[in-house]
C-alpha cells in the first residue's frame, strides 16, 4: 500500500484484532469491553500512535470484515459517545469518528 496513512490504520486494525481475538478465544471469563480496553492500551504501546481520525478508521474496518465487529462498534461508541450518544450511534447502525467534528 502506498499510501502510509492507510497502511497504518489497516497494521493498527490486523494488530489490535489479533490480540483481541487472543483473548476471546480462549475461554477467558472477561467481558468484551475489557479485553477491548486493555488490549487498545497493548497494541498503542507496541504500535506507532495513530491519530483519533485513523482510529475511528480502524473502528470502521473491523467492524465491516472482522467477526467481532459489531461488538467492537457498539464498545466503541459508548466509549466515546458516551451513554447518551453511544446509545443513539448504536441504535441508529453508525460509528462515531472521533477525528471528525460537525
Not at 497504518?8 to 477467558?28: D, H, K, T
Request: proline share 3%; aromatic share 10%.
Amino acid at each position: 500500500m502506498n499510501d502510509p496513512c492507510a497502511s497504518r490504520v489497516v497494521q493498527y486494525a490486523e494488530q489490535w484484532a489479533f490480540i483481541m481475538s487472543a483473548q476471546l478465544g480462549n475461554g477467558n471469563k472477561k467481558k468484551f469491553a475489557e479485553i477491548a480496553e486493555e488490549s487498545l492500551r497493548v497494541t498503542t504501546e507496541i504500535s506507532l500512535d495513530i491519530t483519533p481520525f485513523q482510529y475511528g478508521c480502524v473502528i470502521t474496518l473491523l467492524h465491516k470484515n472482522w467477526q467481532y465487529g459489531e461488538q467492537l462498534r457498539r464498545w466503541h461508541n459508548i466509549r466515546v459517545g458516551g451513554a447518551d450518544v453511544g446509545q443513539k450511534a448504536n441504535a441508529e447502525g453508525w460509528i462515531i469518528n472521533p477525528g471528525l467534528s460537525i
